[in-house]
């Protein structure tokens, strides 16, 4: 027998009440947001000037996008209509990038991504995006935004000839394009020349010094090159590659035949160049372990500081285990005292001394070459970390003669300026504390942030 439940009424406002329970609750769109915007490599601001004429913007978004809902929700606008341009993807198609050539000088474009679902899922872009830029006056460029990342962005690359006339392509990584035809760089008054180690990865270092200049505000004014010495198998076609002597100053072994330090000689003849740099007032010149030495000897040997003299110069040798020597002393650590070694024949064999040095530091002399290691702005840059260090030198007599460990090394060469020629040098030392042979950790470290002020400022 079926019983009757309730009233007709009850069971009208149940149904009601269920109904409204299973229907769903309405849902807010899944958002896309932008992560970012850069230009030519670097960041770019709403309302940026003096933007090259031939340049290309990236759109970072947190999701794919939908390619078709993108086109419709962009529109590039001028006051004389709309320019041409391209668009590409990349990153699974989070970043658009829009490709601009032959925009006209002098004038304002305006990028807008107007709200709406753009997400390759529906996902919704909640805020138009405006992006207005000024394009540079008269075909010169006098400044740009900075490229911070070793990507093909910053990768550059110069021809340099060789005696016989041969060319050969030296790349390098800067924020700035240094070689830009019709640019007069009306902020960059430093310029920073970082050298790799062993390992020649240039990319690494030029990211390593990247941190301290943005932290310490000095990337809109400071030009930051991280010169790449590459061995065969890196190299492509024309390139130039060096030995392991690319260190030393030797000549590249490609096909053009330059001297490692004639490489950056041209680069700093470019710099020099007094209508593309106008305000470029000090060069430091840098390197790690490998590049330490590197940057010791080329401080030494190089002509171009002499033919130079507007621009000031310092030389940071930061965690070399190889230093020059002038003259046969070296520091006995038992006895604390330099005395002249036996049994070593090597031990003065460029570059721990004078002995067959390359064609370049031949051609400066030896009197000279010493004499700049007294009167040149050396600062030998040391970390004091105990962590292992597989790959210091301890097989060759010449360089276990110059210490025990990488950082007694750099001691030794400070304490021989001291002791022959006290008060006569303008060379200082200065201590990483826990740090080691770790070239990331070195130029990181608040000393060199405080190393930077008291060069730059």
């Known amino acids: 027998m079926i019983k009757r439940i309730g009233n007709p009424l009850y069971l009208i406002l149940l149904l009601l009440v269920l109904c409204g329970c299973g229907g769903g609750e309405d849902t807010t769109p899944e958002e896309i947001t932008l992560l970012g915007i850069n230009a030519n490599g670097g960041s770019i601001s709403n309302g940026a000037t003096n933007i090259p ?3 290309q913007v990236e759109f970072v978004f947190s999701a794919t996008l939908n390619t078709s809902s993108f086109m419709a929700a962009l529109t590039v606008t001028t006051s004389s209509g709309t320019p041409d341009f391209s668009v590409s993807y990349s990153n699974a198609s989070s970043k658009a990038i829009l490709s601009f050539e032959d925009l006209d000088y002098e004038t304002q474009y305006e990028i807008k991504i107007k709200a709406a679902a753009i997400g390759s ?3 919704v872009l909640s805020q138009d995006i405006v992006l207005a830029f000024t394009t540079m006056e008269d075909g010169v460029v006098r400044e740009m935004p900075a490229c911070t990342s070793a990507s093909q962005d910053c990768y550059r690359t110069v021809s340099l000839q060789d005696a016989s006339q041969n060319s050969g392509n030296f790349r390098f990584y800067a924020n700035y394009p240094i070689y830009l035809e019709n640019a007069q760089w009306e902020k ?3 310029a920073i020349i970082v050298v790799h180690g062993a390992n020649r990865d240039a990319d690494n270092y030029f990211n390593f010094l990247v941190n ?5 505000g000095l990337m809109e004014n400071t030009i930051l090159i991280s010169p790449e010495f590459k061995d065969n198998s890196t190299a492509s076609n024309n390139d130039l590659y060096w030995n392991s002597d690319w260190r030393e100053g030797q000549k590249s072994t490609s096909n053009t035949k330059i001297s ?3 490489a950056i000689d041209a680069i700093l003849t470019r710099l020099s160049d007094r209508e593309a740099f106008p305000v470029l007032e000090k060069v430091i010149v840098t390197g790690h372990s490998s590049g330490g030495l590197f940057t010791q000897v080329y401080g030494l040997a190089n002509q ?3 033919q130079i003299s507007h621009l000031s110069f310092d030389y940071v040798v930061t965690n070399s285990q190889y230093f020059y020597y002038p003259d046969e002393k070296r520091y006995d650590e038992q006895n604390n005292q330099f005395y ?5 024949a090597s031990y003065n064999q460029w570059p721990l001394g004078y002995t067959n040095p390359p064609a370049y530091v031949s051609a400066q002399g030896e009197t000279q070459m010493d004499a700049n290691l007294l009167s040149r702005n050396f600062t030998y840059f040391l970390g004091n970390g105990s962590q292992a260090d597989p790959a210091l030198n301890t097989n060759d007599c010449g360089a276990i003669l110059l210490g025990s460990s990488r950082f007694k090394r750099g001691e030794h ?3 021989w300026l001291e002791s022959e020629y006290s008060s006569q040098h303008n060379s200082t030392k200065v201590v990483v504390d826990g740090i080691g042979h770790d070239g990331q950790g070195m130029y990181q470290s608040n000393d060199f942030k405080t190393l930077l002020g008291d060069i730059l400022n």
């Open 260 to 262: 490692s330090f004639e």
């Open 413 to 415: 060469i400070y304490a």
């Open 212 to 216: 301290p200049l943005n932290s310490e």
């Open 188 to 190: 960059l008054k430093y």
């Open 304 to 306: 171009a500081e002499s």
């Open 121 to 123: 899922n529906g996902q």
């Open 53 to 55: 004429i031939d340049t």
């Open 340 to 344: 002249t070694p036996s049994g070593c």
